[in-house]
């Protein structure tokens, strides 16, 4: 169960002068129940290579497989692999339609074609993982706070039981309590179902608490592909390219630029914490 | 002088059932009284559903309180002939980049508020290009809003409300829908128009590194205001804050962690250059005890 | 698919066409729409055509980018010519089974086909060379007298040029939405008609929902702004009269009196 992208190309307004290069050779293996940041600033082409692959875009040439089956052959089911790689879009709540919350996340299951009771019995599974309480569920979705409409636009996806949830910038517009209980509520997700998960977002400090690879995205390409601790060793180069690496990273730098001996590893304000005790007892 | 003089003013509304009787009421803003002076650059911190917004839409007269009373350089909000000279002195710039722009050209969108002021044209033009100049939008004045980024849409809203030659600009969260580089824009060209024009900046937010250059900041927490000081004294209480659904910059809660461990270092600090410093200090200071 | 249509999007060039006061352009085209029905001969139609051939060279936009706007209407041309072509009752020409061409279904299909074409490339020639906002401030002034009558000429003329500004936000919207159903398994495309209409509710809710909240936002923005109706409002850009706009208006006289009287004539 892995998806593996070869050699994609994405063109925006291909054969016309203003053609844009979105996606500029990708090569990616994205095996099961890894837990992925995806990093890049607006226009870096995160948001077109994640909808690649749910096959919402189709690129214009390279291969994307699914299970080593290639999403692009004849025979390939599409609608089967949108239910099995799930993607939460910007601003989910703005796609809430239902006139309560549980119709609302009943929606995807539904049109997978499953039984009444199947379908119930997924969409209370995925507002309870999402921390939504029942007395909610036959509450107008548009009545809740923003945070709570987007636990139920995600609980939608969730429904429809994919082995992926891509979630594109999941804390925007959040404040950073909000921010933090969603997050934790993905890790959580993530650790107890085994689900692969991949994290769109812009910024660093968010996502390196939490995932265990970083895919780097600057003009169409992939820039690093690596541990956190390894890609934010390029803090020089990640901001040349408008991404600054998490303030603990500059923080341990200046230390070891005045003679401190912290070590290199620490991404996170725990770790920093760590090193600088061990440094000043020794 | 006072620009902003706040006195117990409170908001509430009223909340109805599907039937459309009266299930209660919600107060927003609770008992606030600040007093804002010319020049000042102040930050109002607040979780979302914490009352900031409802309370900068006060200043701007879009709401008027239930009880209590807002002047606006000497002006009460609630005297309606007063509301459009109101409204130009104290300016305002929402969240959505995209809901607050109205022309289809950029210079077009600029003149709208002087348009609507009654200023002669040769003078609207005027304002249009100090304005977009002092954001560092000048040479895009032609181009439709629709092919900008989200930091270069703020910009020219902030433009917008410049040439309407307001004392006070409030500004909503207007970084809340942008990436990184465009918060970091947007906050520049916020603090340009503070030091360089001299304008009152009220900024609503929920980003922590975006107040560090504050004057002064306000808490804001079940429509009250929770705390209050300068950034440093705010950043020194971490538990606080946390309490408040809030958070401080890393190397802030960096040096916290550290001061719980024993460390000795100063509260509140605010900068990675600080942080090295004090920690320069325990260190000469931990080898001179051991001598 | 939406933004293909380039029929009455501005193109930006430099032309004595782009430079002429709106309302010139306004005027101009309703004047050459009206003549376009005077026409009693083919004559008429020849001057009309080397009048519009003219304006085409002055405004310099490419003829093919105007050509590319119109296929979007060519469906419209050909309908229109069937039934004037088949339906039109007189002296039979060609008998096809049941349907009949006639002479003077001929007559009309040729002058309908010329007509529609003349007035659409017209009408294009107007939006191609003014910005949306000249057009709505030209409409405005045009209209005033009709503020008498309690006719909300501001409010229309605002009105447009608002939902020209938002029209692209709300497709993109309208893109992003279906996206986001069609990740949740939603089928826009199969079913009969029934079927497929009730698939638009997950699409057509959330894009209510959303103009409704823009609107609201763009409302409490205008009105911090101190927008209050078009009372006591300066402009920015006025429309003041040039020389060049005087003799435009010389030039589209001269043009109808010509094309009129000529058109008219019996040979």
Wanted: net charge negative.
């Amino acid at each position: 169960m892995a998806i593996e992208l070869e050699h994609v190309n994405f063109i925006y307004g291909e054969d016309t002068p203003l053609a844009v290069k979105a996606l500029d050779d990708v090569n990616l293996m994205i095996p099961d129940g890894q837990f992925i940041g995806i990093i890049g600033h607006t226009g870096s082409g995160k948001s077109t290579l994640v909808q690649h692959l749910n096959g919402l875009m189709k690129a214009t040439s390279g291969d994307i497989r699914y299970n080593g089956e290639s999403i692009y052959g004849k025979d390939f089911e599409m609608r089967k692999l949108r239910s099995k790689v799930g993607l939460v879009f910007q601003y989910p709540e703005h796609q809430l339609f239902e006139i309560d919350v549980f119709s609302d996340v009943c929606f995807g299951p539904k049109n997978l074609g499953l039984s009444k009771e199947e379908v119930e019995e997924r969409a209370k599974d995925a507002l309870q993982k999402v921390g939504i309480p029942e007395t909610m569920y036959y509450q107008s979705p548009f009545e809740l706070s923003g945070g709570q409409k987007r636990r139920v636009a995600i609980a939608g996806v969730l429904a429809m039981q994919p082995d992926v949830l891509i979630l594109d910038e999941p804390t925007a517009g959040l404040d950073p309590k909000g921010r933090d209980e969603i997050l934790q509520q993905i890790k959580t997700l993530q650790t107890e179902t085994g689900l692969t998960i991949l994290l769109v977002s812009h910024s660093m400090d968010d996502v390196a608490e939490y995932v265990d690879r970083i895919i780097v995205m600057n003009a169409g390409k992939v820039m690093f592909d690596d541990v956190p601790k390894s890609v934010f060793a390029h803090v020089k180069e990640l901001e040349e390219v408008g991404l600054a690496a998490p303030q603990v990273t500059y923080v341990m730098q200046e230390l070891r630029k005045r003679g401190f001996e912290v070590g290199e590893d620490a991404t996170t304000v725990e770790e920093a914490a760590k090193a600088i005790l061990r440094c000043l007892k020794a | 002088m006072s620009i902003l003089k706040t006195e117990k003013v409170t908001f509430e509304y009223i909340r109805h059932d599907e039937e459309g009787n009266v299930e209660g009421t919600i107060t927003a803003v609770n008992d606030v009284s600040l007093d804002i002076e010319q020049g000042q650059f102040i930050a109002i911190l607040g979780h979302n559903g914490s009352g900031k917004s409802t309370l900068a839409k006060h200043i701007n007269a879009i709401l008027t309180p239930s009880k209590g009373t807002v002047w606006v350089d000497g002006m009460d909000t609630s005297e309606d002939e007063k509301i459009w000279e109101i409204r130009q002195t104290a300016g305002m710039v929402f969240q959505n980049p995209d809901n607050q722009i109205i022309g289809q050209v950029v210079e077009e969108d600029v003149g709208f508020g002087p348009e609507n002021m009654g200023i002669p044209t040769e003078e609207i033009w005027q304002r249009v290009e100090e304005s977009l100049r002092a954001v560092g939008m000048y040479q895009y004045r032609k181009h439709s809003p629709n092919n900008l980024s989200g930091g270069q849409k703020q910009r020219v809203s902030i433009a917008g409300v410049l040439a309407m030659h307001p004392k006070c600009i409030v500004l909503d969260e207007p970084t809340a829908m942008l990436d990184p580089n465009g918060r970091k824009e947007v906050i520049r060209a916020v603090r340009a128009l503070n030091d360089v024009e001299g304008v009152t900046v009220i900024l609503i937010t929920h980003y922590m590194e975006e107040i560090i250059h504050a004057d002064n900041v306000f808490v804001m927490d079940g429509g009250k205001v929770a705390m209050q000081g300068t950034p440093r004294e705010i950043f020194s209480q971490v538990e606080r804050l946390k309490e408040l659904r809030l958070d401080v910059p890393q190397v802030t809660l960096l040096a916290y962690e550290l001061q719980k461990q024993g460390v000795p270092l100063p509260n509140g600090i605010l900068t990675t250059e600080e942080f090295a410093d004090a920690l320069e200090r325990v260190k000469k200071g931990s080898s001179t005890n051991g001598n | 698919m939406l933004r293909d249509i380039t029929l009455g999007q501005y193109y930006q060039t430099e032309s004595v066409i782009h430079r002429l006061d709106a309302r010139v352009k306004l005027a101009g085209t309703l004047i050459f729409i009206v003549s376009l029905f005077f026409f009693k001969n083919y004559w008429g139609y020849l001057v009309a055509a080397l009048f519009l051939a003219g304006v085409i060279k002055l405004s310099r936009v490419p003829f093919k980018f105007m050509v590319k706007g119109m296929k979007a209407i060519v469906f419209l041309v050909i309908i229109t010519v069937l039934f004037s072509l088949f339906l039109t009752p007189g002296e039979a020409l060609v008998s096809l089974g049941k349907l009949t061409i006639t002479k003077e279904g001929l007559n009309t299909a040729i002058t309908t086909t010329i007509r529609l074409s003349m007035l659409i490339i017209g009408s294009s020639i107007m939006t191609l060379t003014t910005t949306p906002n000249n057009l709505t401030d030209a409409m405005e002034k045009s209209m005033r007298p009709l503020k008498k009558l309690h006719v909300p000429v501001h409010e229309i003329a605002m009105m447009m040029s608002i939902a020209l500004r938002f029209i692209p936000i709300l497709l993109e919207e309208t893109d992003k939405i279906m996206k986001a159903q069609i990740a949740r398994g939603a089928d826009f495309e199969s079913g009969n008609l029934l079927k497929r209409a009730k698939a638009m509710v997950p699409l057509l809710v959330p894009l209510f929902i959303s103009a409704f909240r823009r609107a609201n936002d763009l409302a409490m923005a205008m009105e911090a702004r101190c927008y209050r109706g078009g009372d006591g409002r300066t402009k920015m850009k006025p429309l003041i009269y040039q020389k060049r706009d005087h003799l435009a208006y010389v030039c589209l006289l001269v043009y109808f009196v010509a094309a009129v009287v000529i058109g008219r004539l019996h040979f």
